[in-house]
């Protein structure tokens, strides 16, 4: 599936989750069908955070998300190369970075507290507010990840590949974009 569409499918499906009507259901028999493969319509780079969960956000079944996670949704080297493959051998067209309010990570960034390893990683933004930090990390996170891979930077020149960024707010569930590449 191409990005645009991808892209909808997620909104469609965060619409739902918004308003209490998702429509996602694992039944037992499409296990057989998911044994033979997979075929994701999307990489998503989440939040370890245990209220942040793409499948759910986006009401979308087993098969559908390729999921990367780390606190604090840093595109780590072992995550890029997760995209890469997902790319590369699934044909995913869509990367999603996806920040989310009460962000523990950015919150212990924009404090001092816990600044080592990953931690150190958190992208904060120039006005030391906890909402502009989040959409701040989410948005770095897409030129980090351009930046870190050749693979995947030439794939988005050859308009087989976008990323977006953007961030869930835990109260309304709303998922809203605050970056994108060109979408197609
Ligand atoms: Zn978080």
Do not use: W
């Amino acid at each position: 599936m191409k990005a645009l569409p991808a892209l909808n499918e997620l909104l469609s499906g965060n619409q739902r989750y918004q308003t209490g009507t998702s429509t996602m259901s694992n039944p037992v028999d499409a296990r057989s069908e998911l044994v033979r493969g997979q075929s994701p319509i999307a990489c998503i780079l989440r939040c370890a955070d245990s209220r942040v969960a793409p499948e759910i956000v986006f009401d979308q079944p087993l098969g559908k998300l390729f999921v990367c996670g780390v606190a604090g949704n840093i595109p780590t080297i072992e995550i890029i190369e997760s995209m890469e493959y997902a790319v590369g051998v699934l044909g995913v067209s869509l990367i999603v970075v996806m920040g989310h309010s009460n962000c523990g990570a950015v919150h212990a960034a924009l404090h001092n507290e816990h600044v080592d390893g990953v931690f150190a990683l958190i992208a904060l933004s120039a006005v030391p507010d906890m909402d502009e930090c989040v959409a701040h990390n989410a948005e770095q996170g897409v030129s980090t990840i351009l930046n870190n891979s050749l693979y995947l930077a030439s794939a988005v020149q050859q308009g087989t590949l976008q990323l977006v960024a953007g961030v869930q707010d835990i109260a309304s569930g709303e998922f809203e974009l605050v970056a994108q590449t060109k979408l197609e």
